[in-house]
């Protein structure tokens, strides 16, 4: 029965990639809002947990409110979807259309010099996208993911990933994952990018995102650090599209920090520590001013990680 469970999420898997790709633009966002909505209507655990991470980081917003941000923050997240299984699709022009950079010079640069730039992203906007028109305009981009079950839809994901240029180093079941970032980081030659605001490893560390203390992987931290590779944090989220441009009326924003060097001195953990906090520095305005482009449905939070903790976290600001 599971085997043959796992043959039904294969095969809509590929039947998404294969109909998804074929609808009309309009109907095929149409059909993943509607997704969207039928899934806050049904508030499954995934939603129940983007509300109360919505709900720390936005305390202002009535009820009301937050169930507007909710439902827009689903859509959001079921964009990211209609799009990833449309991008194989995409022409170039269509790519550099739906997505707007800032703060790409520096980056580009030192790609083009030989080098590996360490982006630090979170679960922002269209990763997918940002890294297919990373691989025209700075590098092509390697990144780490988690292993999906059952595996073939993993592998469909990496076949997917593969065919916009990404390099997809699993997380587990295959090479030890540091050790292929750091042969990665050190031939040069391509954007080493990392979704870092979740830790997946408990190796993490702490740090203050909106008044709260959240987890955070220090994976990038730790490879610039041992490599010398220049550390950025990029935040990513969409916003509506001027006529003729974007992808189903929006686009996607890549807003690179500065190049990130440690503020302290003492020991690597402690140059760890503060990188990964100027990271959530740099992703808090992105979370406050586009929180519903924060695909965050699962726990990132120390009270949601650790309830004893509570008591000890209440009042940081």
């Keep these: 029965m599971a085997r043959a469970a796992d043959t039904v999420s294969v095969l809509g898997f590929r039947l998404g990639w294969s109909t998804v790709r074929a609808l009309p633009e309009p109907a ?29 980081v936005r305390p202002e917003l009535t009820e009301a409110q937050l169930d507007d941000l909710v439902h827009d923050g689903m859509r959001s997240y079921m964009r990211y979807y209609c799009e990833a299984f449309r991008l194989p699709s995409l022409r170039r022009d269509q790519i550099d259309r739906a997505v707007v950079a800032y703060g790409a010079e520096e980056p580009t640069a030192i ?4 080098q590996s730039p360490v982006v630090f992203v979170g679960h922002l906007g269209n990763f997918d996208l940002a890294a297919a028109w990373s691989a025209d305009h700075i590098a092509p981009v390697t ?16 076949a997917f990933r593969n065919a916009i240029d990404m390099d997809i180093i699993p997380l587990t079941g295959g090479e ?8 990665r980081a050190r031939a040069g030659g391509r954007v080493i990018a990392l979704a870092s605001d979740r830790d997946l490893t408990r190796n993490g560390v702490e740090v203050d995102l909106l008044g709260h203390r959240a987890r ?11 490599t010398g590779a220049p550390l950025y944090c990029a935040a990513i989220h969409y916003e509506p599209a001027p006529r003729g441009e974007g992808l189903g009326g929006h686009r996607t924003v ?17 140059k760890v520590a503060d990188l990964i906090q100027q990271c959530a520095d740099h992703l808090s305005g992105t979370i406050r001013e586009h929180t519903h482009s924060w695909h965050m449905l699962q726990r990132v939070f120390v009270e949601d990680l650790d309830p004893a903790r509570v008591g000890a976290t209440e009042g940081v600001s």
């Design 216 to 226: 955070m992987a220090k994976g990038p931290a730790v490879l610039a650090l041992m």
């Design 28 to 56: 095929a966002y149409g059909l993943f809002n509607r997704i969207a909505d039928l899934a806050v209507l049904r508030n499954g655990k995934g939603v129940q947990r983007l509300r109360s991470n919505y709900a720390r």
């Design 254 to 270: 890549i807003e690179f920090s500065e190049q990130l060097a440690p503020r302290v001195g003492g020991t690597t953990g402690d």
């Design 111 to 114: 790609a083009a010099s030989g």
């Design 143 to 158: 990144t780490v993911a988690e292993r999906l079950e059952p595996e073939e839809v993993f592998q469909e994901f990496v």
């Design 176 to 183: 030890d994952p540091f050790a292929s970032l750091l042969a």
